[in-house]
């Protein structure tokens, strides 16, 4: 972990838990991996980021629009960080075999198979191939995490963080063994069968209590 991440992880912490009571639902399931891990997330707000990061030990890597990365501090931040630059509207090949090639190397990486925030806080029912694609060719583990409570602290088109409860549920790994292994299946209907399961596990997670709803 390097000194500008140590500084993010621990003021990520610090935030999360002073303006949002920030907990997690089955934390002791969070370091419970060595090696290369997808982390995948529903997405409603900026903090969703910093808020997973801060609740796992080790570092993780995460996207960040690109258009971000233009300003010269923000870019200096961002890449000390583990920010990976992303097209929204069409991310490129050579992101996806970053995230490959770091998931190869044992690292773990945020995913929002969505894509983008919710203007809401609803899941979509389906979530973008690019996803199945990195399942199928890193073959690491997929870990499940839902946040509950972000969209009202910080909604999509928000500029004041608000104090409101947040809760991180964590699942249990999704076994895609079955739809990788297909022959049946062309390569363009594993990518998307493979989002499509991950949404639902993720969507199937729920909080124990009413807290951060």
Not at 128 to 154: C, D, N, S, W, Y
């Amino acid at each position: 972990m390097n000194f500008w991440y140590f500084i993010g992880h621990r003021l990520s912490k610090l935030v999360a838990k002073a303006y949002c009571s920030f907990r997690v639902q089955n934390g002791e399931k969070l370091d419970d991996y060595e090696g290369g891990l997808i982390i995948a997330s529903n997405h409603v707000s900026f903090l969703d980021p910093p808020f997973i990061g801060g609740a796992f030990r080790d570092p993780i890597f995460y996207f960040a629009r690109k258009t971000l990365f233009d300003h010269p501090m923000a870019n200096f931040i961002l890449t000390r960080v583990n920010a990976l630059p992303v097209n929204q509207e069409k991310p490129e090949l050579s992101v996806l075999k970053k995230i490959i090639s770091l998931l190869k190397e044992e690292e773990k990486v945020l995913i929002f198979p969505e894509g983008e925030r919710s203007f809401d806080g609803k899941m979509k029912s389906e979530g973008q191939p690019g996803i199945g694609m990195i399942v199928t060719k890193a073959g690491v583990p997929v870990l499940p995490v839902r946040l509950f409570g972000p969209e009202k602290a910080l909604p999509r088109g928000g500029k004041k963080l608000k104090k409101h409860p947040v809760t991180l549920v964590v699942g249990e790994p999704v076994d895609l063994t079955d739809l990788i292994e297909d022959i049946a299946l062309t390569a363009k209907e594993r990518y998307e069968n493979i989002s499509i399961r991950i949404m639902e596990e993720i969507t199937n997670l729920k909080l124990t209590d009413s807290r951060g709803e």
